[in-house]
């Protein structure tokens, strides 16, 4: 069952055996963004994966990227004849020398350069279509806005939460222990379901397989 905001907060309160004078909704709030950060750092789930487009401008060899972008995934090209290619990735000072004398012609190479453009050489000669594939800084669980993680992720985010909720509440080192145990499971069998089983194919992959033990009848 998905999660609310106030069966999280209730569950948090429950688990730990602190009342609201300590565990506020306030601190709860922090701790429950706290967590949300800590399972977005550590895993990508493939509804956080979205796409911006927009025209290069002639002459200028900055892009603009989108305001809830948390990381690039790739950057594609689509040029005069609507062909779609894949802009290479490197460091500002490739560009730099690469492109040194300003030269101009279609873009082949992409980097990051700072939070609010990437940098892409040569420098655009016409007005191209780029597509920037990145991981969206996700919103916060509140209570107006479900997400992802509380909906289909409810243990995880439960273990994360109570983590973070005993590192506060400077705990019993055994019972954080516990929860971070906890937690590292359910983060490593996200992790494993969103980057690994559902971005894997049975054809091209073959399917995942378990070895098993099978000691010979003989021994």
Not at 89 to 97: G, N
Not at 131 to 160: A, K, R
Not at 171 to 186: F, I
């Amino acid at each position: 069952m998905a999660y609310t905001l106030t069966n999280l907060q209730d569950d948090i309160r429950n688990y730990t055996e602190v009342d609201s004078d300590v565990l506020s909704t306030g601190v709860l709030n922090t701790i429950i963004k706290n967590a949300e950060n800590r399972i977005y750092r550590e895993a990508d789930s493939d509804d956080n994966r979205f796409y911006a487009t927009s025209n290069l401008a002639a002459g200028s060899r900055y892009v603009t990227i989108p305001t809830d972008l948390r990381f690039i995934r790739y950057v594609q090209l689509t040029d005069s004849n609507n062909k779609q290619t894949f802009l290479e990735k490197r460091d500002t000072s490739f560009i730099s020398e690469y492109n040194n004398d300003g030269a101009t012609g279609t873009p082949k190479y992409w980097a990051n350069w700072d939070d609010f453009n990437l940098l892409v050489a040569p420098i655009p000669s016409s007005a191209l279509q780029v597509q920037i594939n990145y991981i969206t800084d996700p919103p916060q669980f509140t209570s107006t806005n479900t997400t992802f993680i509380s909906t289909y992720q409810e243990s995880m985010l439960l273990h994360g939460v109570l983590t973070e909720a005993f590192r506060f509440l400077k705990g019993p080192d055994n019972l954080y222990n516990l929860y971070q145990t906890k937690y590292t499971e359910e983060v490593q069998n996200f992790a494993l379901q969103q980057m690994g089983r559902r971005r894997r194919s049975e054809f091209d992959d073959g399917v995942p397989r378990v070895v098993v033990p099978s000691p010979s009848p003989n021994q």
